[in-house]
């Protein structure tokens, strides 16, 4: 008969407690969520990583893109919503069983990576159009509207790097298409004296974004300048029969689309020479390129 000591027993009773706390702690740790993260999906149909990045919706659907630009404490304003539904396990292009997932329809208040009831403030002294502010990581940081509506369109930028800016990405499509106008006339650079953009239809820029197209065309070594047809008369640079010595090229309407843009205008050298312009540029390859750059009519 096997005789126990007392001080073993003690000792083997206390081994066991110490194990059975020590993986009550791991089974713990590997199932808490942080409260200000979304919950991991479940049946590994789908997660927050099939989202190309973190964003929360909020005012009337707009996406506001979770960067991980830090925000002071005494920026953060008032509170102006909070988390209402968890979506990092809704995925358009999942596939369960050979079914497909659901649909999904945005509704302000979801989010792919903060838990429902997590906060959503203001930035002091900015819109909250363009701009608010999460609590994510433990951290205050700027949620950005990934979103530019012009004349009431919407444009999706969401695909561009956590400081992108709207209305930069709307100059850089201007931009290039504007370029894409030259080659359409055979010959037009090599005669132009000088470059003039009228940009009494983009609205949606601010003087800075003009300044930085206006920048872009000094590679052709000619002098840039904002004018439409009457200022370029003013200045005495229209001669007789209407005819310029440089060009002038115009926006005259936008259109768009989710990742693509098309834009209408003309080339204007003299009352009888003249082109009409169409330049479609798209998001491909996580940048903006112009597709297509077609002369619509002559005169």
Not at 30 to 58: E, I, L, N
Not at 233 to 239: A, N
Not at 258 to 276: D, R
Request: aromatic residues 8%; negative net charge.
């Amino acid at each position: 008969m096997i005789k126990w000591n007392p001080i073993g027993i003690y000792l083997l009773v206390f081994l066991l407690i110490l194990s059975g706390c020590g993986q009550s702690r791991d089974v713990d740790h590997a199932t808490a969520v942080k409260s200000d993260q979304a919950p991991p999906s479940k049946d590994g149909v789908s997660s927050q990583a099939s989202w190309p990045y973190p964003f929360v919706h909020w005012g009337n659907g707009q996406t506001y893109r979770i960067t991980n630009t830090i925000v002071e404490n005494d920026e953060v304003g008032s509170e102006i919503g909070q988390v209402k539904r968890d979506i990092s396990s809704f995925d358009l292009i999942s596939i369960k069983d050979g079914v497909i997932e659901q649909p999904y329809v945005k509704q302000d208040g979801d989010s792919n990576a903060l838990a429902v009831g997590s906060k959503i403030y203001a930035f002091k002294d900015e819109d909250d159009r363009d701009v608010i502010v999460v609590n994510h990581n433990d951290k205050y940081v700027k949620a950005l509207n990934t979103v530019r509506c012009p004349e009431g369109q919407c444009i999706d930028i969401s695909g561009e790097t956590d400081d992108s800016d709207p209305e930069r990405e709307m100059g850089e499509i201007y931009q290039l298409a504007l370029d894409a106008y030259l080659p359409l006339w055979k010959g037009l650079i090599d005669d132009m004296k000088y470059i003039a953009i009228d940009m009494s239809n983009l609205t949606d820029l601010s003087d800075k974004n003009k300044k930085q197209i206006l920048e872009y065309f000094s590679k052709y070594n000619v002098d840039i300048m904002d004018s439409n047809l009457e200022q370029l008369e003013e200045k005495g640079l229209v001669k007789d029969a209407s005819s310029i010595d440089g060009v002038l090229l115009r926006v005259e309407s936008t259109e768009i689309m989710e990742n693509k843009v098309t834009i209408k205008g003309s080339v204007y050298k003299s009352a009888k020479g003249a082109i009409g312009t169409l330049v479609e540029v798209e998001f491909l390859n996580g940048k903006w390129q112009v597709t297509k750059a077609n002369d619509t009519w002559i005169s």
